[in-house]
């Protein structure tokens, strides 16, 4: 069945640092993986989203690998900052529309 | 432009008892889909309306149901409240209709809590 996964519940930084947080994923029908970050008390933000027919993308300080060989998504931060605290997830499209599968989530600090 | 607002934000029911909650997408937004969010389970999907239409349906008991009005804004309904409903209700929406675009707007969510 479908399913999206993270390899670590909990990755700690340093600030100033690169992050990367990885996700498999079993459905290699899926069109499109997104990934959003969720802070304490709000709904997740939308930060970069990749199409199955792509390898990478980047965006501002962000970049998303996509290796679809072994079903792999990765996020990049760079220079990772205080205010990139958060629970990031990973999703993927299934179906079209809106459905989104979300991964377990990885809880990101960054130390000062 | 105001963001997606979600109604109430906190509450508390008893088992058996019924709960709506109301969601306000963003002006000129169409699609407005619906996630439970629980420790236990992460982020699942409920349902997508779209047009006052519902458009996919996750797998969820029937005791979940939801609708959307005319001007796009979205209601959904737990009955018979179960001691596991207690979660946090996302809502979202997207600009427009069209599929496999990934970037939806979530509300702050409405935080439910069975006794």
């Known amino acids: 069945g479908e399913s999206v996964g993270l390899h670590l519940p909990t990755l700690s930084v340093q600030e100033g640092d690169n992050s990367i947080i990885n996700c498999a994923y079993s459905?290699?029908?899926?069109?499109?993986f997104i990934w959003y970050k969720q802070e304490s008390g709000k709904g997740p933000q939308f930060i970069i989203d990749i199409r199955s027919n792509m390898d990478k993308r980047q965006g501002q300080r962000v970049t998303v690998l996509l290796n679809k060989t072994v079903k792999h998504l990765s996020l990049q931060i760079a220079a990772t900052q205080p205010g990139d605290s958060a629970v990031y997830f990973c999703?993927?499209?299934?179906?079209?529309?809106?459905?989104?599968?979300f991964g377990t989530g990885t809880q990101l600090k960054v130390e000062l | 432009k105001a963001g997606v607002t979600q109604t109430p934000r906190y509450l508390i029911k008893t088992r058996g008892q019924q709960v709506t909650l109301s969601c306000s997408p963003i002006s000129g937004h169409r699609s407005v889909s619906w996630y439970q969010q629980t420790p236990g389970q992460g982020l699942q999907f409920l349902f997508e309306?779209?047009?006052?239409?519902?458009?996919n349906k996750g797998n969820f008991p029937g005791r979940f149901s939801g609708r959307q009005f005319s001007n796009s804004r979205s209601e959904m309904n737990v009955s018979t409240l179960e001691l596991g409903d207690s979660a946090l209700y996302l809502c979202?929406?997207?600009?427009?209709?069209?599929?496999?675009?990934?970037?939806?707007?979530f509300g702050e969510g409405s935080r439910l809590t069975v006794l």
């Open positions: 999703a993927e499209s299934t179906g079209g529309g809106n459905k989104l599968t």
């Open positions: 459905n290699s029908a899926s069109d499109y």
């Open positions: 979202a929406s997207q600009p427009e209709g069209g599929p496999l675009t990934g970037e939806l707007f």
């Open positions: 309306y779209f047009s006052e239409t519902q458009r």
